[in-house]
């Protein structure tokens, strides 16, 4: 969890004109990807925000998988959630002199704005991405009225 979004949960006013509701709201949605698995780290992992010209936003879920084949990975939707597992035969026959690169089972939960959805997932160079892409209501998108 982020120092930003930490504070804005753990602030207490005394009064709502303390507390900057827009600016909150916005912490929380932009921080709506969240790591739900407690783990010894496993693989490690970066949450990326793109915003284009047009003011879109685009998430990323990069995940380093060094060692596992596509085959050996599994990502999942479910319940506005991002579970991403994997794991990886080791042959019992395979002598290591030096045994650093882990292929060990594993299982991430990224829980997610119900807003932002699945785009795509690629592999390369050892990193898996989730693209995510937030699907804004169209009763939240900004409208221009006409006066009558």
């Known amino acids: 969890m982020t120092n930003e979004l930490r ?3 753990q602030t207490t006013t005394s009064s709502k004109s303390d507390l900057n509701f827009p600016d909150l ?6 921080e709506m990807i969240l790591p739900q698995t407690k783990s010894d ?11 284009d010209d047009d ?5 990323c879920i990069d995940v380093a998988v060094a060692g596992y084949d596509a085959e050996d990975l599994t990502v999942r939707y479910e319940d506005s959630s991002v579970i991403i597992s994997g794991g990886k035969e080791v ?4 002598t290591y002199i030096h045994n650093g690169i882990a292929k060990r089972s594993f299982k991430k939960r990224f829980h997610l704005n119900p807003e932002i959805l699945v785009d795509d997932v690629t592999m ?6 989730v693209h995510l892409y937030q699907e804004i209501p169209e009763g939240r998108k900004a409208r221009t009225f006409d006066i009558n």
Do not use: C, V, W
Request: hydrophobic share 40%; no cysteine; glycine share 12%.
């Open 41 to 51: 780290g496993f693989p490690h992992f970066d949450i990326i925000k793109i915003e």
């Open 25 to 30: 709201f916005q912490s929380l949605m932009d």
């Open 124 to 129: 390369d160079g050892g990193i898996l991405s």
């Open 55 to 59: 003011g879109d936003i685009r998430y």
């Open 91 to 94: 042959a019992t026959e395979t």
């Open 7 to 9: 504070n804005a949960l």
